[in-house]
């Protein structure tokens, strides 16, 4: 019997992982919220470049819990826990791409989702690339293979000017917004903070110690060297506006809580060659793990640039779908990477159905 499967939203994440799954035996897609309302009604191949399927969007979320799916994937904008709950306690599992999410740091909304997955008998399990792969599952993976560990370090240095959300790029990184003339803490860093320390808390969990505080110690920006409009987003990135930023977020422990033992570097660019130490190519590495230990080990990871496809949206779309039936056979409760076997392959690409890309590829 299939799996029925939701999709909550269709930005880059969303339609990526709507296109895995009409591809995708023993996956059924029976749902797709929308957030705007010339996209409701319409047909969701349709919205995602692949052709009609049959099945039509909507703004209804009572309509989509009372669907009662085996599985939700959740690819929204903000982080809202009240509605993944009502879908958690109506007995669908949940998987968000916001972050690692680890529950003892957030206790108020732990309380309200693990009283859902209690009620619905249902599982809530998180990912995404950062916080997610770089900062908590190739840390922990890498670190399997050192002894006697004593500093973590992981790069991320994306490019992202074809990333689809204009929201996402300038509320989330700042892009196209005038310099600060100052490094003080910003919305944006607060929310950066709220992600990776979910992060440090599970990759110190793993190693059997206690996190103290993650703070954010590095702060920079880059220009833009001339006008842009970024496509498909549409957002316009002027000369000398932020067309780069550069966070570095510091973990510590120890009985003082004052030992780094954690470092995460997130450079998000939609430029290049924007300064010296920024990205110049756009088929750089994205994403890199340091250990320092015995040995000490460099991971780099990385992903084939594909003129056709948004890189980090598929890999995060592919992870989503890739953990289904890991939430479906999972014990009822909120997960975390710790608690539950790694994603592998649902399946094959030559027992797909179809090809899960876009009609057209964008120039």
């Known amino acids: 019997m299939a799996v029925r499967v939701v ?17 995708e035996p023993g996956l059924d897609l029976v749902g797709v919220l929308v957030h705007h309302a010339e996209k409701e009604g319409r047909d969701v191949g349709e919205l995602v470049g692949i052709g009609p399927v049959g ?29 993944i709950a009502r879908f958690l306690a109506a007995g669908t599992n949940v998987y968000s791409s916001m972050g690692g999410w680890w529950p003892p740091f957030i206790p108020a909304e732990r309380e309200i989702l693990d009283r859902a997955c209690a009620e ?26 050192a002894g006697q560990v004593e500093k973590i370090r992981c790069w991320q240095s994306d490019y992202v000017p074809h990333y689809p959300g204009a929201q996402q790029l300038q509320g989330a ?38 996190l103290t505080d993650v703070r954010v110690t590095g702060k920079e920006y880059a220009a833009a060297f001339e ?43 939609v430029g290049l060659g924007l300064a010296p130490g920024w990205r110049v190519r756009e088929d750089e590495p994205n994403w890199k793990v340091e250990i320092s230990g ?33 939430l479906v056979a999972a014990e009822p409760g909120t997960k975390t990477m710790l608690d539950v076997p790694a994603p592998r392959a649902a399946t094959l690409a030559h027992r797909a159905t179809s090809v899960a890309r876009p009609a057209e590829k964008r120039s």
């Open 173 to 210: 990184l700042g892009m196209g917004l005038p310099v600060p003339e100052d490094s003080s803490p910003t919305e944006a860093d607060q929310g950066w903070v709220w992600g990776i320390r979910q992060s440090a808390e599970i990759v110190a969990a793993g190693l059997g110690f206690e």
């Open 227 to 269: 006008d842009a409009v970024l496509q498909p987003s549409g957002l316009v990135v002027r000369k000398g506006t932020i067309a780069g930023a550069r966070w570095t977020f510091t973990a510590y422990c120890g009985a003082d809580g004052d030992v780094p033992f954690y470092e995460v570097v997130n450079e998000q660019t």
């Open 7 to 23: 999709v909550c939203y269709t930005g880059g994440v969303g339609s990526q992982a709507i296109r895995l799954l009409t591809g």
């Open 55 to 83: 099945l039509a969007a909507t703004r209804d979320v009572d309509a989509l819990v009372a669907l009662r799916a085996d599985c939700v994937l959740w690819h929204g904008l903000t982080w809202e826990p009240e509605v």
């Open 120 to 145: 619905g008998g249902s599982t809530f399990l998180a990912g995404g690339n950062i916080p997610g792969l770089v900062s908590d599952v190739l840390p922990l993976f890498v670190s399997g293979y």
């Open 294 to 326: 015995i040995p000490t080990i460099t991971c780099v990871f990385d992903l084939a640039f594909d003129p056709g496809l948004e890189p980090v949206s598929a890999l995060n779309a592919a992870r989503a779908v890739n953990a289904i039936p890991i």
